[in-house]
């Protein structure tokens, strides 16, 4: 059983190399037994997905063959394999765009987002959203009340990060928290710091107008990283997190903790960078990263229809299929928070 709508063909926006994208004509996917299959409409536009874009690579990923990007993706399920049910099609879903395998060690103990062979949506060998119909499997299919829209629904990814980030940096009440980096995930990671009760939330960017968009998102204070660099240093937090992959903001972060402080690293910059190691021992503080996330979307979607959380408002533009390299290019200009590409447009 499906919707009678389902064409035999789609459109798909493709990067065929660096810096160059085809509007192609591709089957559309069966679901497997236990997939679903969603029309998409909308997603988010990622930086991982410029990075691939711009350098045909990101950290050890490397594109070698077609690829459509895009991983923050929500749409409506339109068919469904033989072992979901049919009661399914027409819900309006969330895609979490991860696949990992059911076997291992990691998945078996709740890390599945760790899981080595996992295939993740627009990282190379598994195709992303930015085409018009997407197979996940069902229990990745998050349904949403109608009161979340669609954008909204699309960015339950990047707000499913902040939340993993939040968890891992135990924001709690009263806590003077430092985000350095406000671009999406960093502003969603301010608004989990809001939400989770800390008093004091400092957000640094050297973009002005991000540094005025971290005010609207939770922000008690913005900073230049540059003009403020003292103040940063001194600022004696009880959590840092680093959302810009900068290894100036990382080291000053980190000097920025009280002792006993968590550092949580979230952007991704150079591979290898200097860290303030006799301030980590003597100070014991504690530094980890974060990968994703795993059992975020309850919460994510808990926290957007509860209205505690505004992911419509960080929307800045958006666009057709046909503009998918339009939307990638956007984000260079520091005006602009998200992009959302519109597949059925």
């Known amino acids: 059983m499906s919707d009678a709508n389902v064409p035999a063909t789609m459109r798909a926006s493709v990067l065929t190399a660096a810096r160059r994208i085809e509007l192609q004509e591709r089957a559309v996917p069966e679901p497997a037994a236990d997939e679903v299959l969603v029309r998409v409409t909308a997603v988010g536009v990622c930086g991982s997905d410029v990075h691939f874009y711009q350098d045909g690579h990101l950290g ?5 063959e077609p690829l459509v990007l895009g991983h923050e993706s929500a749409g409506v399920i339109v068919d469904v394999g033989r072992d979901v049910s049919p009661s399914r099609i027409g819900q309006r879903v969330s895609v979490e765009p991860q696949h990992p395998s059911t076997t291992s060690a990691e998945t078996l103990r709740g890390d599945y987002n760790l899981d080595p062979h996992m295939r993740f949506f627009a990282v190379p060998g598994t195709d992303g959203a930015f085409q018009e119909y997407v197979t996940i499997q069902s229990h990745f299919a998050h349904s949403i009340p109608d009161r979340v829209s669609d954008w909204a629904a699309a960015l339950l990814e990047p707000l499913s990060v902040a939340i993993a980030t939040g968890r891992r ?18 502003l969603a990671i301010a608004q989990i710091a809001r ?13 002005a107008p991000r540094r005025e968009a971290a005010r609207r998102f939770g922000a008690t204070t913005a900073l230049d990283p540059i003009a403020d660099a003292d103040a940063i240093r001194e600022a004696g937090v009880d959590s840092f997190v680093d959302a810009s992959g900068a290894a100036r903001a990382v080291q000053g972060g980190i000097e920025s903790l009280r002792p006993g402080g968590r550092a949580v690293l979230v952007g991704m910059g150079l591979p290898n960078l200097e860290l303030p190691v006799t301030q980590i021992q003597n100070k014991e503080l504690w530094l980890t990263g974060i990968f994703r996330y795993a059992n975020t979307w309850p919460a994510a979607i808990a926290l957007v229809a509860s209205g505690q959380v505004d992911l419509d408002a960080m929307v800045t533009g958006t666009f057709a299929l046909g503009e998918v390299e339009a939307a990638l290019s956007s984000t260079s200009d520091p005006s602009t928070i998200k992009s959302v590409v519109e597949p059925t447009r």
Request: charged share 15%; glycine share 16%; proline share 3%.
């Open 60 to 64: 050890d990923w490397q594109v070698t």
């Open 169 to 186: 940096a135990g924001f709690s009440a009263g806590d003077r928290v430092l985000i350095t980096g406000a671009g999406p995930v960093g």
């Open 195 to 207: 939400v989770s009760g800390a008093s004091e939330i400092l957000v640094s960017d050297l973009s």
